[in-house]
């Protein structure tokens, strides 16, 4: 299975992304996760990479395109999620993909209204070594600031503050909703309703990979 989750920020893709990874046993490949580990490492790419993430703005394609490119040339099967996350990104995917023979099963379109996603994203926390996503309010850990699966310490990430809330938002409208209308086109988007729970959402994603035979 190849499918692409999209999203704005907040809808819940990055935890719909984790859970069908697990379920299907395929990696899920994070764009998002893999600069921030090259940010960590302050590889060339994580260099270039950390002024525009602090600030809710899109990495340059080419750093982005490269990052994922080499993690997707590995596998048959993934989950993208936050990538691509504009038309010249989705159109290298697709040029990638056709070269290696693997095309897209899917584009999952996890949709919830504005007021809903700033309170999501302003009460996230992610784990620090398993990337496990939860909620002060709607998924919180058992123990308070640490992770469930792994025993990891939660933090909540720079970009999860006010001002690059509202950039990330700006830069979703701009650049990555009009990937709904350039998958639309293809006849291959799928969109779910992301403000169910988490549970309800998977459940409804399952329903309708199997309607599409996916
Ligand atoms: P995410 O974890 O998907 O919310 O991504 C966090 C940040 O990483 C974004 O706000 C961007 O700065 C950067 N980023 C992630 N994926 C991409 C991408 N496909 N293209 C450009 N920048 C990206």
Do not use: W
């Not at 691509?84 to 949709?111: F, I, M, T, Y």
């Not at 620090?128 to 792994?150: E, F, L, T």
């Amino acid at each position: 299975m190849r499918i692409v989750f999209l999203g704005p920020p907040g809808s819940g893709k990055g935890t719909q992304a984790q859970i069908l990874a697990q379920k299907r046993k395929i990696p899920q490949i994070s764009s998002g996760d893999l600069l921030r580990e090259a940010v960590l490492k302050e590889t060339p790419a994580g260099k270039k990479a950390k002024e525009y993430m602090d600030k809710g703005a899109l990495v340059p394609d080419e750093v982005v395109i490269e990052l994922v490119g080499e993690r997707i040339r590995n596998e048959r099967a993934f989950i993208l999620d936050g990538f691509p996350r504009n038309v010249q990104q989705a159109e290298k995917l697709d040029e990638l993909l056709s070269e290696l023979h693997l095309p897209l099963d899917g584009v999952l379109n996890v949709e919830v209204p504005l007021e809903k996603l700033i309170e999501r994203l302003s009460g996230r926390l992610t784990c620090s070594q398993c990337k496990a996503i939860y909620h002060v309010k709607y998924n919180p850990p058992r123990k308070k600031g640490v992770c469930d699966a792994c025993g990891g310490v939660l933090f909540q990430r720079s970009d999860d503050t006010e001002a690059a809330i509202t950039h990330r938002f700006e830069t979703y409208k701009n650049q990555t909703e009009p990937l709904i209308r350039y998958y639309k086109k293809r006849g291959n988007l799928i969109t779910v309703d992301g403000t169910l729970t988490i549970d309800g959402i998977s459940r409804e994603i399952e329903e309708r990979l199997r309607e599409h035979g996916i």
